[in-house]
């Protein structure tokens, strides 16, 4: 039996409460072979305050050899750059660029057990997929802008035809693989730019374009990123797959989460063609952080998207019934009022943790 | 008496529609002495379609002159210039870099009459300010961006110290002019930006703290805008003043605009030391032109906003009660029902004229 190493990042604040309770699913969904070998590494802002070094050349080695990596989360306030720019992010951020992750997969589903913040929005309507280009786009300026005499400041957004190409292919692949809009169960890929004023964005929607010509089954879409806000307020039925600018992917994707019950409930995926690395959409919560209270299903559920992309990459069907039924657990336990505190329950982590666990054995 | 001169631009779709309504209103606030002169100036993307120029110089020279600039919407699908980006919008990003209007107030409020489509929110839960800075930002690269060989793209976010002073205590000024937040009156400025990424938006926060701290009676916080768009889902209530980068104004502004009944509710006022460009936040609609039944709230508050401008300016009591008119009456027609389809009603544009135009009687 082939084992996988897993190359795990606690981070700050409730990050390891998180990534404690996502392995222990884990190890249990696959049962007692050692499928998967986790091995922690440390990066982060408090690694960032004790070393001087948030994203450490020995955490980023283990990452590029491991087999995928599962992260807790990031960042703690005030831990800056003496640009201003926070270091915690540096792990994350710099992982995205060294592998080479392209493509940050955002499913926002509105899950039984959820009360979306949407008037009148039920289980059903909220299902569409948020690919962020993870790449180049505004992140390519990061550390690279510059401020001038402290009279000015300039970031670059730059995209590339390859840039948008891949991104925008991974877009239209993963339409036609899943299931369409809730609406009218359409196959249709949404441009998300601002292709009006920027002469950037507006060669995104070219190759955008160009790239959609090839996939004359999947309905081409557009919005410019304001107006993106709107829709996602108001018919976000009408979504199926939606791709954009980082930064943009960015913005839209906690839009998105927040009308399926927030970031603790978002798990993220980003991927390039060598290394996943997942995690939950939600920041490091420093507040709550060691009060057992976090919500671990964002990072649960990027356990099972780890499973899913695994079991692709290695032809390994056994892995991707572990994320199946991980998800379905979890579905169980959540439809079941098993809730934190931010989704409007009283379970602590680890009875999610549990319960999830519970639900495990009832596929 | 003053006369004022107001130069009028429908531009596109619905614009001439929501135009008239909103010059209707305020000409019968005004009584009969003609207090203010319309004067209509053409532009926009069926201009361009007819002459090739979409902000002809006349009408440049017309606004400047003017004393006042209302707007109707501008934009027709699939009319843009060689570089892809659209020509309709030629003329409302014109106006703010040459009569350098900086700061573009966008209040966001929820209204009698209107169902919020967050769960749950009432009215007098939703009252806060956007003022996005009009004037640098990612729109300074508007025109400047390059596409190399169609090989790559780039376009620059440039922000200077004078752009962020001036539209930060913008923002200042006005959280201390009005009331503070819904749900703790507190006056607060939140500044929106991508500090923990950007160094320039790193520094727009540096200077936003050496502004913000010219003004102790005032609450300084702060958010990164993906994390808006979350808080103005959970907690529109927090929100007192918040002031942000170009881009960022322009979409967490749709953002809060659909929280209170969508663009066709939401006036804008655009800013400079020396002049003022107002209308409604929406498009121009161009599939329901020409039928009677765009809303013209938006344009109608625009023009109170107008007024109010243009009375502080002049010190002229007279514009500000027809100000505090238009309002009080578009309240009370909208608190009755007269509501267009895009807010869940059956009127016409021209009942809504005349509801208002009812109501401005029983002040
Ligand atoms: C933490 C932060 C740097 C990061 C980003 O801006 O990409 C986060 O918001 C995300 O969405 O992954
Ligand atoms: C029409 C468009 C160019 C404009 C903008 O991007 O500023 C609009 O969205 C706005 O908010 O005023």
Redesign the interface.
């Known amino acids: 039996m082939q084992t996988y190493e897993i190359a795990v990042i606690h981070g700050d604040g409730i990050g390891p409460e998180v990534c404690q309770s996502a392995t222990d699913v884990i190890e249990a969904a696959l049962g007692n072979g050692k499928v998967l070998e986790f091995t922690e590494y440390p990066a982060g802002a408090a690694h960032f305050l004790k070393t001087g070094d948030g994203a450490p050349k020995a955490t980023m080695d283990a990452c590029r050899k491991a087999d995928a990596i599962l992260h807790g989360a990031a960042?703690l306030p005030g831990v800056?750059h003496p640009?201003?720019?926070?270091a915690g992010?540096d792990i994350g951020?710099g992982l995205r660029v060294q592998l080479d992750l392209y493509a940050n997969v955002r499913p926002i589903r509105l899950r039984e057990g959820i009360?979306?913040?949407?008037?009148?929005r039920e289980v059903g309507q909220i299902d569409y997929t948020i690919i962020r280009e993870d790449s180049e786009g505004?992140?390519a300026?990061?550390?690279a802008?510059?401020?001038v005499r402290?009279?000015?400041?300039?970031?670059?957004?730059?995209?590339?035809?390859k840039g948008i190409e891949r991104v925008v292919r991974a877009a239209f692949e993963l339409a036609r693989k899943t299931g369409g809009a809730p609406r009218d169960g359409k196959k249709r890929v949404t441009c998300c730019d601002?292709?009006?004023?920027?002469?950037?964005?507006?060669?995104?929607?070219?190759v955008f374009d160009e790239v959609g010509e090839q996939y004359p089954d999947v309905e081409r879409d557009y919005s410019y990123?304001?107006?993106m806000?709107?829709h996602l307020?108001?018919r976000p039925d009408f979504y199926n797959v939606i791709v954009a600018e980082n930064?943009f992917g960015?913005?839209?994707?906690?839009?998105g989460?927040?009308?399926v019950g927030?970031?603790g409930m978002s798990p993220t995926a980003e991927l390039g063609d060598h290394h996943g690395f997942f995690q939950a959409a939600h920041?490091s919560a420093p507040t709550i952080a060691g009060q057992g209270i976090a919500n671990p299903y964002g990072t649960i559920l990027a356990g099972a998207m780890m499973l899913h992309w695994l079991a692709e990459r290695h032809d390994d069907p056994t892995l991707a019934e572990a994320g199946r039924r991980i998800e379905e657990a979890s579905a169980r336990a959540l439809a079941g009022g098993v809730k934190t505190r931010d989704i409007g329950g009283k379970a602590m982590t680890r009875d999610v943790t549990a319960a999830v666990i519970g639900e495990l054995g009832s596929s």
């Open positions: 960042g800056v640009d201003g720019t926070e992010v951020l009360v979306s913040p949407l008037r009148g505004m992140y300026s990061r550390g802008g510059a401020v402290e009279e000015m400041a300039v970031d670059m957004l730059i995209v590339t035809r601002k292709a009006n004023v920027l002469r950037s964005l507006a060669f995104f929607r070219r990123v304001d107006a806000t709107v307020v108001e930064l960015d913005i839209i994707s906690d839009l989460a927040v009308t927030g970031m920041g």
